[in-house]
């Protein structure tokens, strides 16, 4: 499920009077970019941003297991306190995968749950430091991270058997491109339509989608100067469309 589908500062955009800011369609409201994964009764998020605790609300989501993340920005990691629901729901910690650069950052912005005298009420994290160039498991389901460019800063999507996860790239690698190569469902950032140094465009994702040929791209990260998503939409290929948030996909169809 995208539990948010949004580029970094969601969509209302604060004191903006654009008409896709105005809309009443819910699928130009748009939180911070997030998905929600299920097998078998456990789950995990990739990213926990600002709207964390907003998505598991509307959500109604009864369990975490996991945390993904992809790199270390503020929309990505602001929400992990909010875990500490789960924490004492499940009188678990909770796993969070990611790279080293990710994990210092945490320990920075969330000091307070690593410190040797942390007070009870603070997220119990369970850090578990992956390798870019290694495939890794969570939940008994491999994850090949595919490290992208986000302008000049390294940072990772993810690919779960037929299903990829990219939301921050500008520049794809022929490496990770292989890595990606029979995909059956592509998520993929698309922030506007006018150039961006750190994100693909409109037709930059169009034409990434259309090289990379899964049988279904998504495009998630979506600023308010994309335009309206019914307008925006009938105007995509066939097999593309812009996510919204709340749409779920069956992934065991893919197969």
Known sequence: ????????????????????????DPRDQ????????EWEGRSLVVDTGPDFRQQMLRQK???????????????????LDDIRAFNRKQGTPIDIYADLPVHDALKR??????????????????????DQDRPFEVLGHEVIPLPVLHYKMPVLG??????????????????????????????????Q??????????????????????????????????GLHEVVQSDLPDGIELAFDGLTLDLRAQK
């Open 1 to 24: 499920m995208f539990l948010g589908t949004g580029t970094s500062q969601g969509v209302p955009v604060i004191a903006c009077d654009c008409q896709v800011c105005q809309s009443t």
């Open 30 to 37: 748009r939180l911070r970019s997030s998905i929600w994964l």
């Open 61 to 79: 989501v009864q369990r975490l297991d996991a945390v993904i993340y992809i790199y270390s920005h503020k929309d990505h990691i602001a929400g």
């Open 109 to 130: 912005e969330f000091f307070y749950a690593f410190h040797p005298q942390a007070y009870f009420g603070v997220p119990q994290l369970n850090l578990i430091q992956i």
């Open 158 to 191: 993810f690919r779960f058997g037929d299903f990829t996860y990219i939301t921050d790239a500008k520049t794809i690698s022929a490496e990770t491109l292989q890595k990606i190569q029979g995909t059956k469902v592509l998520v993929l950032n698309a922030l």
């Open 193 to 226: 339509q006018e150039p961006h140094i750190s994100h693909f465009t409109l037709v930059e994702a169009v034409e990434m989608a259309q090289k990379i040929g899964a049988d279904k791209t998504y495009f998630t990260h979506i600023g308010h100067q994309m």
